[in-house]
C-alpha cells in the first residue's frame, strides 16, 4: 500500500511539472495514463487550460485528486528534465520517492537563462520578424526597440499576478505608441509593418494552434478553453493597438507613408537563424537542443514556403507542420527525447498569429467582409498546420507519448 501512495505521489508532481512547462492536454494525458500504467495504477487523466483532475482506481473504489494550476508557459529544459527523471523512474533507475523530490528540485532550480538574456530575445526575435514580414532598416530598429521594451515588462510584470494578466494590453498600447510615434517622426518607416513585427511576440497564434491539435484529437474543454483564451488575447492586443493609435492620432499626428530601404535578401537568411534561435531563448531551451531546434524550424519554415509559392498557401502550411512535427518526432525516437523540445519553437515560425490580429483589426474599424474573409483564411490555415503535425504523428511515429 506504502508503494502505491508513493507512485500516487509522483504521477501527481510529474502531471503538475508536465502542465506547469506547457504541456498540452493530449500529450499530457496520454503520458500521464501511460507512466500510471508501468507503475501499476489505473488512471482516468482529465487535463485543461487550468486544473487536472486524475482518478486513481475504478468504479467506487476510485480516488480522484484536483490539481488547480494557472496555464503553463512553456520551459524546454524544465520539461526535458521532467522527461529524463520520468524515463529513469520507469525504467527502474531511481525510486518514486526520490523522484517526487527531484520534480519538485526541478521547479525550484533557476533558469539557466538570466534576465539580460531573456529580455534581448525580444528584440532580436521582433527585428527578425520584420525581414521575413519584408520590412525596411527603420522598420527594423523601431521593432527592435519596441521588442525590448515589452521584454522588459515581461521580466517586471509576471503573469500570475493581477498586473500581469494585463500585460497583452499594456505591451500591445506600448508597441502600438512606439510603431506611431515613429512612423510620425520618419518617412523611412511603415507603421503597419513596424506595429505587426513588434507584437509579433504577443499574439497567440502558438495557443490557437495547439487549442485545434486538442479539438481534433478529441480534446474538447482543453482545447476550447484554449480557443476561447487566444481570442480574448487577440482582443486586448487589438483594444491596446487602437488606444495607441487613436490617442497619438489626436495628439501626434497620422503615421506617414513609409519608403525606408529594404533590407537585402541576405538579411532575410540571417533573420531566420537569429529568429530560430531567438525563440528558443524565450522558450528556455536547453543549449544542447539548440541545433535540433534550429534545424526544425528552419525545414519547416522553408517547407512551408516552398509549399505556399508552389501549391497554396493551406498547403504550405500542411507542408511545413509535417516537416517540422516529423523531423521532432524522428529526433524523440533516435535520441531518446520528449519530441515537444523540438516541434514548439519550430511551429512558432508557421502559426498564423498576425492573420488572426489583421482579422480582428478588420473587424474593429468596420472592414466587416475583411475581417471575415481574414478569419476564415486564418482557420483554413491553421486547420491545415494542424493535419500536417496529425499526420506526421501517424507516419513518424515518436518514441513515446511525451
Known amino acids: 500500500m506504502a508503494r502505491q501512495e508513493q507512485s500516487i505521489d509522483f504521477i501527481l508532481e510529474l502531471a503538475a511539472a508536465l502542465h506547469r512547462y506547457g504541456t498540452p492536454a493530449h500529450h499530457l494525458e496520454s503520458a500521464l495514463a501511460s507512466a500510471a500504467e508501468q507503475l501499476g495504477l489505473h488512471t482516468h487523466v482529465f487535463s485543461t487550460p487550468t486544473s487536472i483532475m486524475i482518478g486513481f482506481g475504478e468504479g467506487s473504489q476510485q480516488k480522484t485528486s484536483l490539481i488547480r494550476m494557472d496555464p503553463g508557459a512553456h520551459n524546454l529544459e524544465k520539461l526535458r ?6 524515463e529513469s523512474v520507469l525504467q527502474g533507475d531511481i525510486g518514486v520517492e526520490e523522484a517526487v523530490l527531484s520534480l519538485r528540485a526541478i521547479h525550484e532550480a533557476p533558469d539557466r537563462i538570466g534576465p539580460i538574456v531573456a529580455t534581448l530575445a525580444f528584440p532580436f526575435t521582433t527585428a527578425a520578424a520584420t525581414t521575413i514580414l519584408g520590412g525596411s532598416w527603420a522598420d527594423m530598429l523601431v521593432a527592435a526597440i519596441s521588442g525590448f521594451l515589452i521584454g522588459v515588462l515581461a521580466h517586471f510584470v509576471p503573469r500570475t499576478t493581477a498586473g500581469g494578466r494585463l500585460f497583452e494590453l499594456i505591451a500591445a498600447t506600448l508597441a502600438g505608441a512606439t510603431a506611431h510615434l515613429a512612423s510620425t517622426m520618419s518617412v523611412g518607416v511603415t507603421y503597419e509593418t513596424a506595429m505587426l513585427s513588434s507584437i509579433i511576440v504577443l499574439v497567440p497564434g502558438l495557443t490557437l494552434t495547439i487549442a485545434m491539435t486538442e479539438i481534433a484529437t478529441r480534446n474538447l474543454v482543453s482545447g476550447t478553453a ?84 508552389h501549391l497554396a498557401p493551406e498547403l504550405g502550411a500542411c507542408l511545413g507542420g509535417f516537416v517540422a512535427s516529423a523531423i521532432a518526432n524522428a529526433y524523440a525516437r533516435l535520441c531518446n527525447r520528449s519530441a515537444l523540445v ?6 512558432i515560425l508557421l502559426v498564423p498569429g498576425s492573420m488572426g490580429f489583421r482579422s480582428l483589426s478588420s473587424l474593429w474599424e468596420q472592414d466587416v467582409v475583411a475581417g471575415i474573409d481574414t478569419a476564415f483564411k ?12 496529425l499526420v506526421a504523428n501517424a507516419v513518424v511515429l515518436p518514441r513515446r507519448s511525451l
Do not use: N, Y
Request: charged share 10%; net charge neutral.
Open 81 to 86: 528534465s521532467v522527461d529524463e527523471l520520468a
Open 226 to 309: 484554449r480557443l476561447t483564451a487566444a481570442m480574448v488575447v487577440f482582443l486586448e492586443i487589438i483594444f491596446g493597438v487602437a488606444l495607441s493609435q487613436e490617442l497619438l492620432t489626436r495628439f501626434v499626428g497620422t503615421p506617414q507613408v513609409g519608403s525606408g530601404l529594404a533590407a537585402p535578401e541576405w538579411v532575410g537568411i540571417l533573420a531566420l537563424g537569429t529568429a530560430c534561435v531567438s525563440i528558443a531563448v524565450m522558450f528556455r531551451a536547453h543549449p544542447k537542443a539548440l541545433p535540433i531546434i534550429v534545424f526544425t524550424a528552419v525545414c519547416g519554415f522553408l517547407s512551408a514556403r516552398f509549399g505556399t509559392t
Open 342 to 347: 523540438a516541434l514548439v519553437p519550430g511551429l
Open 378 to 389: 486564418m482557420v483554413i490555415v491553421a486547420i491545415s498546420l494542424v493535419a500536417g503535425i
